[in-house]
């Protein structure tokens, strides 16, 4: 799992299996390199290789949803391959009051998933 600076603002990148220890090193990861920046920003979330969350992780990861949303995350953007991922993305998006800036993306539906989520990171472009 890496987590990214950008120009429109962080990429993370999700490993295949996201079990509990590696969720709470992603919160400390998010925690030291996305911080308030004196402006929003998008983030691009790469869960192509994952396929569903532990309860356990699901937890964390609602954590580390609200800080980056206590940072400034204006608009994210969710690559998925996976239903059952893609059901847990979104209802962690209305648990964490993200729901209306997320847009969750097919990668197996849209060959082109990395330019549908900058245009709706960077121009605002909604895929839907």
């Not at 929003?40 to 309860?55: C, H, I, T, W």
Request: net charge neutral.
């Amino acid at each position: 799992m890496r987590v990214e600076e950008t120009s429109y603002g962080y990429i993370v990148r999700f490993p295949g299996v996201l079990e509990r220890n590696a969720a709470g090193a992603l919160l400390s990861e998010l925690k030291s390199v996305i911080r308030p920046r004196g402006s929003a920003f998008g983030l691009l979330v790469d869960m192509r290789e994952s396929r569903a969350f532990s309860a356990e992780a699901q937890e964390i990861l609602k954590l580390a949803i609200l800080h980056c949303k206590d940072a400034g995350m204006e608009r994210n953007a969710c690559i998925l391959n996976s239903a059952i991922a893609t059901l847990q993305a979104r209802r962690l998006g209305r648990e964490t009051g993200v729901d209306d800036t997320s847009r969750y993306i097919d990668a197996s539906a849209r060959p082109d998933w990395e330019r549908v989520a900058l245009d709706w990171l960077v121009r605002v472009i909604d895929p839907n």
